[in-house]
Nanobody
């Protein structure tokens, strides 16, 4: 599967942004989808994940209550809605896909998108 992330940009602190990740192929609904981010000079951080059906989600503590992951299997798309953004949310955001049944907390993903930059100004 190939992943294409989009929706990044510049936003003021307290604002919102919605990222999208569109997948190629016809088996999108069988993939666990995750979002990661990497800030300059820092290691990649797991943001959260959504189950193949969309019925279950998991979020890192740093974004819980502010970020929401959803998916539309008919459109092979997963979204990351980011609200109440903070300067520390500035990073390149990546979507990822995996078919293995490792659970939503797993950071093991086989397929990765190219990343989209989110910059939050103070």
């Amino acid at each position: 599967v190939q992943l294409q992330a989009s929706g990044g940009g510049l936003v003021q602190a307290g604002g919102s942004l919605r990222l999208s990740c569109t997948a190629s192929g016809r088996t999108f609904s069988s993939y666990r989808m995750g979002w990661f981010r990497q800030a300059p000079g820092k290691e990649r951080e797991f943001v959260g994940a959504i189950s193949w059906s969309g019925g279950n989600t998991y979020y890192a503590e740093s974004v819980k209550g502010r970020f929401t992951i959803s998916r539309d299997n008919a459109k092979s798309t997963v979204h990351l809605q980011m609200n109440s953004l903070k300067p520390e949310d500035t990073a390149v955001y990546y979507c990822a896909a995996d078919r293995r049944d490792y659970g939503l907390r797993s950071t093991k993903y086989d397929y990765w998108g190219q990343g989209t930059l989110v910059t939050v100004s103070s």
